[in-house]
């Protein structure tokens, strides 16, 4: 029973002021040391590294570094708001020293000004773009534009997925997620017909195209509005027996949104906490007492462990269009 999936902040401390988060108005808390990360299970296979804003951390190569020395074939991501683009360059250039295949994801919620009103910074927009020429520039190859959307933005979901294609790099998507520990904020998604159009448009637009990680991609936004829909997962959710979320402290939960803490990396071992843990009383904990969710980070697990409903689907879309009810 031990995690495949893991999203780890590394500090809550942020240089965006987004109107669907408060990490940035959080005190500042205890953030564990880069040599504490060797203590992660060695059974990870995806690490997405997020904050607040991981590059704020200086020692961001050394925790890299350790993780690599228990794993060194983990998959990495590092989730960016994009808005420190010297400080990013000059991060980027040590870490794919160690990590040559290592990934960035940066946000981008909306073109120009709407990005700038989402994120509450001035010049957000030109940020973005300086900081994804930035990695281009570096020579990451793995670099995404993570578009989060909520009622206010949701017309900017196709700009945004279109100027990918221009800059040639990944699209990812999510919704507003509610999470008390975690974004501590109260804004949900209301106007749930507005996300049909878009969402219907960008999964015939993937499954057009002759890969199958796009279509995977077309079935995780189907989830997506499943999810708005019906206020429930298309598939079960498996946070805490295949992946877990970790916060500056240690501290371990299912998830982001989850306030069930199962323990903590500094006064617990985690393969001890895997190891011991019924998987019945975590799935029941997790399904039935957690609110809904549908993000990478919980669906990728479940899409592994039930593949063929993933594959029906997407044969079904293909052959007969994915039309959203």
């Not at 190859?141 to 900017?156: P, R, S, V």
């Not at 699209?171 to 520990?181: E, M, N």
């Not at 998830?255 to 009383?281: A, P, R, Y």
């Amino acid at each position: 029973m031990q995690p495949k999936d893991a999203v780890l902040a590394l500090t809550y401390k942020c240089n965006s002021r987004c109107v669907m988060c408060n990490i940035w108005q959080q005190p500042v808390s205890l953030e564990l040391q880069p040599l504490d990360y060797q203590k992660l299970p060695t059974s990870l296979q995806d690490i997405n590294l997020s904050g607040g804003e991981p590059f704020l951390r200086a020692d961001l190569f050394e925790i890299i570094q350790n993780i690599l020395k228990i794993n060194p074939k983990v998959r990495i991501i590092i989730s960016t708001n994009g808005l420190a683009p010297e400080l990013i360059q000059q991060q980027i250039k040590k870490i794919i020293k160690i990590k040559p295949d290592i990934g960035v994801a940066v946000s981008l919620d909306g073109i120009g000004q709407k990005h700038e009103e989402i994120r509450r910074i001035p010049q957000a927009y030109e940020k973005v773009l300086s900081t994804i020429q930035v990695l281009k520039q570096a020579g990451v190859q793995h670099i995404k534009l993570a578009f989060t959307g909520g009622d206010y933005n949701i017309d900017q979901l196709m700009p945004v997925y279109e100027l990918s294609l221009k800059l040639n790099i990944e699209f990812t998507l999510a919704i507003v997620h509610q999470s008390d520990h975690y974004f501590q904020t109260d804004i949900k998604i209301q106007a749930v017909d507005k996300f049909k159009k878009p969402l219907q448009e960008l999964i015939q637009r993937e499954l057009k195209i002759f890969s199958p990680k796009r279509w995977l991609r077309a079935y995780f936004t189907y989830g997506l509005y499943y999810l708005l829909k019906k206020q429930q997962r298309l598939l079960p959710n498996y946070s805490g027996l295949k992946s877990f979320y970790m916060d500056p402290p240690g501290n371990v939960y299912p998830s982001d949104v989850s306030d069930f803490q199962m323990g903590n990396l500094i006064q617990d071992n985690l393969k001890q906490i895997f190891n011991n843990k019924k998987e019945t009383q975590i799935f029941k904990q997790v399904n039935q007492s957690e609110r809904p969710n549908w993000m990478i980070c919980t669906a990728r697990s479940a899409i592994k462990k039930h593949p063929f409903r993933v594959i029906l689907w997407i044969l079904k879309a293909k052959l007969f269009g994915a039309k959203l009810k």
